[in-house]
């Protein structure tokens, strides 16, 4: 079946109330989410290796109806935490996973190159199974072997960064962060980012200032970085989103990194285990974290 | 330099404090700089922003009357960090403000007609400039009529400014609360409904209201019932405000802004304001 | 007497007049052109599409508006440092100059006049660069006082010739400028200004997508409570991309900021698309939903603006569109709207 007729099932036999998912934005290399409500608008819908938005956040802006939503293999795992966090019933959701051979790098698109996402070329679920109502898509793509799942580049990277003394490091990530103009897309694409007042905002008691500045640039960056640890499943929603381009999944893969190196836990990967840091295993070396 | 810096605020030392309510204070500032202090003027219903130093800033109504000079006058209810600061503060104390900003009461349109003031809450700080106004202008006014009310009779302010209009303002003053105790024995009940029972005839009539958003829409529609005209009901709006001058974006309804087209509007024109406030 | 710049001689300008000028100019920051202060000028970029736009030279997203020291009972109010240099905006677009025109009206407005934003203001010089291929996002020539070679609001515009950048003079400061860099410049035959012309009307022509603001206009009359809003905000994440790269969205908030006893007050970008902008001490927020935070951007820049200064809150330039992390395009929004 197509999106559009599973869509249109879903939809006319009232299975779901609406349907997330990508249709047409200004041109075709610019899709966009969106919603639908009726069978008629399902026309709109498409999906191609340009949709790179983690649609998996949207589910809370439709809290309490029946949600058909279309997810790629990344984004289930981000769809996976939102469910164990109690933030949307799986009753409630039908999932449509879409087989997925890889998105296009943004920046490349930008310059009318034709160039895989870095993370898509270490992608271990192009063909997501677990957890989904419906798969639709090519079945037979190629998966990546063992070897290729680890980014090795990325790894030699962060190790690059972990060999710099903490003062170097930091001169590292202040100029990563000097240009940070504090739009908090980074935040507000991140599936796991969903307070409904974040410590930014919050005034009592005021944790940041509103100065943009390298250092509270950086203390934005570093608490949420605390917040979202071991339920970020570093789906680099928010280095696309970033307007002025910083290199947030150096922090994303690091946090995956690290859940994996101290809880042996990978978030997103299944939708039962609760995330290290909502629960304690007897034996656990927490002071690791600190 | 600067020709006029319109942020930089006067420094105000803290006169006087009462305690009106379990969450309301009065306080009394005089200026630091008395030249200032001479020149400045403001009208009843206009706003001020008072700031804290080193906590912010926020927006209150003058609570004196303008005929009452020598000191500004502000009732703070404690809801957010400005006004809790504010709270903590003590006579001697120096605090920041700019203003008057706003329009005001349309004292003109006011001139020889009765006055109806219906006050929530705290919402009397506001009709307070003007009330007094009108008894310190008694000759400019044909009568006054005050109906206030408020949660509980803990809750009411200016317990003893009261019976003070009372007397010199020859009016009548209704007290109303929500629930009431053993000792009240005055109205209870919501302001729309005791409003209703009192039954004031439109006639020669403004009603002046303030306070919380619902308890005026109710009190539009009390007023509408008794015949009140759309242009005969004043109120005033409040909405999140930064900068007093038109420029930091927040306080819009449609195109009209709060800081700069209000924050005193008649029903009339707030008809004719998108569903926003 | 026209004159041309030479490409390898715009380090040489800069350095020549860097003494009395503080520079903003675009420079490559992870592999995008970025608007900022500058001290090295050979890494200066010249016709290129910043990120940000040049609005942040004169409205700086932080900027001190009181120092202070607290003693028992005592505010002591510091002088604030003023620099005495000059400034000076090196590689705007033609549109973001237009942008200045606007914020002026707004930073002016109301019987107000904001001297930290006019200071600036009139302490900078502008030398834009026109638009020979605008790229698809712009949408200038949809608003009335734009052009890819728009002259409005700029002191000099430079157009890519083959020899070098081309000079217009458009203002007396301008000129004042030239006269400061005639010795780094050579003079521009007579017939460039044809080829000018030629290239203006070529690029005018490559802007395909236009919108009709009066037709806008008179579509959000009517379209306050029209369900369309929901729909069309659903993509929206609410976050504050689109207006802190916008050269004309200038909601800013005020706070301090206090270590000890010494403090300061500061004047920053706020954004409309925030659901704390507009949240009251008591909790209250007329705009707490999303939907109401989109709405009112759009209605802000195409119906409020326009009614009170009689021009939209917009130079089409498309930063918003290009900065959009989930692809919104205002020309769809708004063509749509109903």
Same mark, same amino acid.
């Given at each position: 079946?197509?999106?559009?007729?599973?869509?249109?099932?879903?939809?006319?036999?009232?299975?779901?109330?609406?349907?997330?998912?990508?249709?047409?934005?200004?041109?075709?290399?610019?899709?966009?989410?969106?919603? !639908?409500?009726?069978?008629?608008?399902?026309?709109?819908?498409?999906?191609?290796?340009?949709?790179?938005?983690? @649609?998996?956040?949207?589910?809370?802006?439709?809290?309490?109806?029946?949600?058909?939503?279309?997810?790629?293999?990344?984004?289930?795992?981000?769809?996976?935490?939102?469910?164990?966090?109690?933030?949307?019933?799986?009753?409630?959701?039908? !999932?449509?996973? @879409?087989?997925?051979?890889?998105?296009?790098?943004?920046?490349?698109?930008?310059?009318?190159?034709?160039? #895989?996402?870095?993370?898509?070329?270490?992608?271990?679920?192009?063909?997501?199974?677990?957890?989904?109502?419906?798969? !639709?898509?090519?079945?037979?793509?190629?998966?990546?072997?063992?070897?290729? @799942?680890?980014?090795?580049?990325?790894?030699?990277? @962060?190790?690059?960064?972990?060999?710099?003394?903490?003062?170097?490091?930091?001169?590292?990530?202040?100029?990563?962060?000097?240009?940070?103009?504090?739009?908090?897309?980074?935040?507000?694409?991140?599936?796991?980012?969903?307070?409904?007042?974040?410590?930014?905002?919050?005034?009592?008691?005021?944790?940041?200032?509103?100065?943009?500045?390298?250092?509270?640039?950086?203390?934005?960056? #570093?608490?949420?970085?605390?917040?979202?640890?071991?339920?970020?499943?570093?789906?680099?929603?928010?280095?696309?989103?970033?307007?002025?381009?910083?290199?947030?999944?150096?922090?994303?893969?690091?946090?995956?990194?690290?859940?994996?190196?101290?809880?042996?836990?990978?978030?997103?990967?299944?939708?039962?285990?609760?995330?290290? #840091?909502?629960?304690?295993?007897?034996?656990?070396?927490?002071?690791?974290?600190? | 330099?600067?020709?006029?810096?319109?942020?930089?605020?006067?420094?105000?030392?803290?006169?006087?404090?009462?305690?009106?309510?379990?969450?309301?204070?009065?306080?009394?500032?005089?200026?630091?700089?008395?030249?200032?202090?001479? *020149?400045?003027?403001?009208?009843?219903?206009?706003?001020?922003?008072?700031?804290?130093?080193?906590?912010?800033?926020?927006?209150?109504?003058?609570?004196?009357?303008?005929?009452?000079?020598?000191?500004?006058?502000?009732?703070?209810?404690?809801?957010?960090?400005?006004?809790?600061?504010?709270?903590?503060?003590?006579?001697?104390?120096?605090?920041?403000?700019?203003?008057?900003?706003?329009? =005001?009461?349309?004292?003109? *349109?006011?001139?020889?007609?009765?006055?109806?003031?219906?006050?929530?809450?705290?919402?009397?700080?506001?009709?307070?400039?003007?009330?007094?106004?009108?008894?310190?202008?008694?000759?400019?006014? *044909?009568?006054?009529?005050?109906?206030?009310?408020?949660?509980?009779?803990?809750?009411?302010?200016?317990?003893?400014?009261?019976?003070?209009?009372?007397?010199?303002?020859?009016?009548?003053?209704?007290?109303?609360?929500?629930?009431?105790?053993?000792?009240?024995?005055?109205?209870?009940?919501?302001?729309?409904?005791?409003?209703?029972?009192?039954?004031?005839?439109?006639?020669?009539?403004?009603?002046?209201? =303030?306070?919380?958003?619902?308890?005026?829409?109710?009190?539009?529609?009390?007023?509408?019932?008794?015949?009140?005209?759309?242009?005969?009901?004043?109120?005033?709006?409040?909405?999140?405000?930064? =900068?007093?001058?038109?420029?930091?974006?927040?306080?819009?309804?449609?195109?009209?802004?709060? =800081?700069?087209?209000?924050?005193?509007?008649?029903?009339?024109?707030?008809?004719?304001?998108?569903?926003?406030? | 007497?026209?004159?041309?710049?030479?490409?390898?001689?715009?380090?040489?300008?800069?350095?020549?007049?860097?003494?009395?000028?503080?520079?903003?100019?675009?420079?490559?920051?992870?592999?995008?052109?970025?608007?900022?202060?500058?001290?090295?000028?050979?890494?200066?970029?010249?016709?290129?599409?910043?990120?940000?736009?040049?609005?942040?030279?004169?409205?700086?997203?932080?900027?001190?508006?009181?120092?202070?020291?607290?003693?028992?009972?005592?505010?002591?109010?510091?002088?604030?440092?003023?620099?005495?240099?000059?400034?000076?905006?090196?590689?705007?677009?033609?549109?973001?100059?237009?942008?200045?025109?606007?914020?002026?009206?707004?930073?002016?407005?109301?019987?107000?006049?904001?001297?930290?934003?006019?200071?600036?203001?009139?302490?900078?010089?502008?030398?834009?660069?026109?638009?020979?291929?605008?790229?698809?996002?712009?949408?200038?020539?949809?608003?009335?006082?734009?052009?890819?070679?728009?002259?409005?609001?700029?002191?000099?515009?430079?157009?890519?010739?083959?020899?070098?950048?081309?000079?217009?003079?458009?203002?007396?400061?301008?000129?004042?400028?030239?006269?400061?860099?005639?010795?780094?410049?050579?003079?521009?035959?007579?017939?460039?200004?044809?080829?000018?012309?030629?290239?203006?009307?070529?690029?005018?022509?490559?802007?395909?997508?236009?919108?009709?603001?009066?037709?806008?206009?008179?579509?959000?009359?009517?379209?306050?409570?029209?369900?369309?809003?929901?729909?069309?905000?659903?993509?929206?994440?609410?976050?504050?991309?689109?207006?802190?790269?916008?050269?004309?969205?200038?909601?800013?908030?005020?706070?301090?900021?206090?270590?000890?006893?010494?403090?300061?007050?500061?004047?920053?970008?706020?954004?409309?698309?925030?659901?704390?902008?507009?949240?009251?001490?008591?909790?209250?927020?007329?705009?707490?939903?999303?939907?109401?935070?989109?709405?009112?951007?759009?209605?802000?820049?195409?119906?409020?603006?326009?009614?009170?200064?009689?021009?939209?809150?917009?130079?089409?330039?498309?930063?918003?569109?290009?900065?959009?992390?989930?692809?919104?395009?205002?020309?769809?929004?708004?063509?749509?709207?109903?």
């Amino acid at each position: 079946m197509t999106i559009q007729e599973t869509a249109q099932n879903l939809l006319t036999e009232k299975k779901v109330d609406c349907i997330i998912g990508y249709e047409q934005g200004f041109d075709d290399v610019h899709p966009m989410p969106c919603i !639908i409500f009726s069978p008629d608008s399902v026309k709109k819908l498409i999906f191609n290796s340009n949709c790179f938005h983690n @649609l998996s956040k949207y589910v809370l802006k439709v809290r309490g109806k029946k949600i058909g939503i279309f997810v790629k293999g990344c984004d289930l795992f981000s769809l996976r935490e939102i469910i164990k966090e109690h933030q949307v019933n799986r009753e409630d959701l039908i !999932i449509i996973a @879409l087989t997925c051979d890889g998105i296009k790098d943004r920046q490349a698109v930008k310059q009318n190159e034709d160039k #895989l996402a870095a993370k898509c070329k270490h992608c271990g679920v192009k063909i997501p199974k677990e957890d989904v109502d419906y798969i !639709i898509g090519n079945e037979k793509i190629k998966q990546i072997t063992q070897e290729e @799942l680890a980014d090795k580049e990325l790894l030699a990277k @962060l190790e690059e960064l972990e060999k710099l003394t903490p003062g170097k490091r930091l001169e590292f990530w202040k100029k990563q962060f000097e240009k940070c103009i504090r739009c908090y897309a980074c935040r507000e694409v991140c599936p796991a980012c969903y307070c409904p007042e974040c410590f930014a905002e919050c005034t009592q008691p005021k944790w940041i200032n509103t100065n943009v500045s390298p250092m509270e640039n950086i203390m934005f960056h #570093l608490i949420r970085t605390q917040h979202v640890f071991g339920r970020c499943t570093d789906c680099r929603a928010c280095e696309l989103a970033c307007p002025v381009g910083i290199p947030l999944s150096l922090i994303t893969a690091n946090s995956l990194k690290m859940a994996k190196e101290l809880f042996d836990y990978v978030p997103g990967a299944d939708i039962t285990t609760l995330p290290p #840091l909502e629960t304690f295993k007897p034996g656990e070396e927490f002071d690791k974290m600190l | 330099m600067k020709e006029k810096d319109i942020y930089k605020p006067h420094l105000m030392t803290v006169d006087y404090i009462k305690q009106e309510t379990p969450d309301v204070k009065t306080f009394r500032f005089i200026f630091q700089d008395t030249e200032a202090g001479q *020149k400045f003027s403001f009208s009843a219903g206009q706003f001020l922003i008072l700031s804290v130093f080193g906590v912010g800033e926020a927006v209150f109504t003058f609570a004196n009357s303008p005929t009452r000079k020598g000191y500004i006058e502000c009732s703070i209810k404690k809801v957010g960090k400005v006004s809790e600061a504010i709270h903590d503060i003590e006579i001697g104390d120096t605090v920041g403000l700019r203003g008057p900003y706003g329009n =005001c009461f349309p004292v003109d *349109k006011l001139k020889g007609k009765k006055l109806l003031f219906i006050g929530g809450g705290i919402g009397l700080a506001a009709l307070k400039s003007l009330l007094e106004y009108s008894i310190d202008m008694k000759q400019d006014f *044909k009568s006054r009529f005050l109906l206030y009310g408020a949660r509980s009779p803990q809750d009411l302010c200016y317990k003893e400014s009261l019976p003070v209009w009372q007397k010199e303002g020859e009016m009548d003053v209704f007290l109303t609360v929500d629930k009431g105790d053993n000792e009240w024995k005055q109205k209870v009940g919501l302001i729309p409904t005791v409003l209703k029972e009192l039954n004031p005839t439109p006639l020669d009539t403004i009603a002046i209201t =303030c306070g919380p958003p619902v308890m005026i829409k109710f009190t539009v529609v009390a007023l509408k019932d008794l015949g009140f005209s759309d242009d005969d009901i004043v109120t005033t709006l409040e909405l999140k405000m930064k =900068c007093g001058l038109g420029k930091c974006g927040r306080c819009n309804i449609g195109s009209i802004y709060v =800081c700069k087209d209000g924050p005193v509007f008649t029903y009339k024109q707030m008809l004719a304001l998108p569903d926003e406030y | 007497m026209n004159y041309i710049i030479e490409k390898n001689q715009v380090k040489t300008l800069l350095d020549k007049i860097s003494a009395g000028y503080e520079i903003f100019a675009p420079v490559l920051h992870n592999g995008l052109p970025v608007f900022e202060h500058i001290t090295e000028t050979d890494k200066v970029l010249s016709d290129v599409y910043t990120v940000n736009s040049p609005k942040g030279v004169v409205f700086p997203q932080t900027e001190v508006l009181l120092k202070f020291n607290l003693a028992k009972n005592k505010v002591d109010l510091k002088e604030l440092e003023e620099s005495n240099k000059k400034i000076l905006i090196w590689g705007a677009r033609a549109c973001d100059a237009v942008a200045f025109e606007i914020l002026d009206k707004l930073f002016n407005w109301a019987n107000y006049k904001d001297e930290f934003y006019f200071n600036k203001r009139d302490k900078a010089t502008i030398i834009s660069f026109s638009c020979i291929n605008p790229p698809d996002s712009c949408f200038c020539t949809s608003i009335e006082k734009g052009h890819p070679f728009s002259k409005q609001g700029s002191d000099l515009l430079l157009t890519e010739v083959q020899d070098g950048y081309y000079i217009q003079q458009i203002t007396k400061k301008g000129e004042e400028f030239l006269n400061e860099i005639k010795s780094v410049l050579k003079p521009a035959s007579a017939d460039v200004e044809k080829e000018i012309e030629k290239l203006a009307k070529e690029a005018e022509n490559k802007i395909k997508r236009k919108i009709n603001t009066k037709e806008i206009k008179s579509k959000l009359d009517v379209s306050f409570e029209s369900k369309y809003w929901d729909e069309a905000s659903f993509p929206c994440v609410n976050c504050g991309a689109c207006t802190y790269v916008c050269p004309t969205c200038y909601c800013f908030d005020i706070a301090d900021n206090l270590a000890k006893t010494s403090g300061e007050r500061v004047k920053t970008w706020d954004s409309c698309m925030f659901a704390n902008f507009t949240k009251m001490g008591g909790g209250v927020n007329p705009r707490i939903d999303p939907k109401r935070r989109f709405r009112q951007r759009f209605n802000h820049k195409f119906k409020y603006f326009v009614e009170n200064m009689g021009e939209p809150l917009c130079t089409g330039c498309g930063r918003c569109i290009k900065s959009c992390p989930v692809g919104i395009d205002i020309r769809k929004v708004l063509t749509e709207a109903q």
